[in-house]
């Protein structure tokens, strides 16, 4: 089956931690995005990547990192610099350019204890 | 800055009517409009997808309506069922300097009572 995955789908982390997101699809998508959702409101744009090797900032960067060495791989790091890391992250890929839509993970949520 | 609006946060209606959710845009220069549907605690899935130069989308029960000119979309769903009980999102795809950007709204949490 082709789709996206994250894990975990729960996550706790201690304050000073710094804590890795896991996303993987195998939709054989060149780009794919990190947003954060935080209740009542909608999705904001953490990082994205357009190809292997290279992502940009999205509106949030602050206080997360990247990488992006595989087409299939996307993990985002929550670090310590984040000041309020508690939310819902979702992962999602489409076709570089094009009309196509996103396709979204099932999400994991980060809570920080 | 781009900006997209949805209003009600919250809808709830009894089984078995037509409703209508409300999307509303700041900037006419967009590339397409999208609806997805949010399950509490779930990703997003994507209901329909409206290109810049089309005026609707249908799909089953689900239409879609875009109006670039006053920065409006509408999703309709007729014959609602408890199963469509969910967060509905609507995201636009503006053009900024040649570039694109996805931008989501709040969503409405639609209720549908039996």
């Known amino acids: 089956d082709g789709g996206i995955t994250q894990s975990p789908k729960y996550l706790f982390r201690k304050e000073g931690q710094n804590v890795t997101l896991s996303c993987e699809q195998n939709?054989?998508?060149?780009?794919m995005y990190w947003y954060r959702q935080d209740p009542g409101q909608g999705l904001r744009l953490i990082y994205y990547?357009?190809?292997?090797?290279?992502?940009q900032k999205g509106d949030i960067a602050e206080g997360y990192s990247v990488s992006r060495e595989k087409k299939e791989s996307f993990p985002l790091t929550v670090t310590s610099a984040q000041k309020n890391p508690t939310a819902f992250y979702l992962c999602?890929?489409?076709?570089?350019?094009?009309?196509?839509?996103?396709?979204f993970g099932p999400g994991t949520r980060l809570t920080v204890l | 800055k781009q900006e997209v609006t949805q209003i009600p946060a919250a809808l709830s209606v009894p089984e078995g009517e037509n409703l209508v959710l409300n999307c509303s845009f700041t900037?006419?220069?967009?590339?397409?409009l999208q609806w997805f549907r949010q399950d509490p605690g779930k990703g997003l899935t994507s209901l329909l997808l409206?290109?810049?130069?089309?005026r609707e989308q249908t799909s089953g029960r689900l239409n879609a309506s875009l109006d670039k000119s006053s920065g409006r979309s509408t999703l309709y769903i007729a014959a609602s069922q408890p199963g469509d009980s969910a967060t509905y999102l609507c995201?636009?795809?503006?053009?900024?300097?040649?570039?694109?950007?996805?931008?989501f709204g709040q969503g409405t949490r639609l209720t549908i009572n039996p």
């Open positions: 900037d006419s220069a967009i590339y397409n």
């Open positions: 990547s357009q190809i292997v090797n290279d992502f």
């Open positions: 409206i290109q810049s130069s089309q």
């Open positions: 995201a636009v795809t503006f053009i900024i300097q040649g570039a694109q950007k996805l931008v």
């Open positions: 999602a890929s489409k076709t570089a350019g094009g009309p196509d839509t996103q396709y």
């Open positions: 939709l054989n998508h060149d780009a």
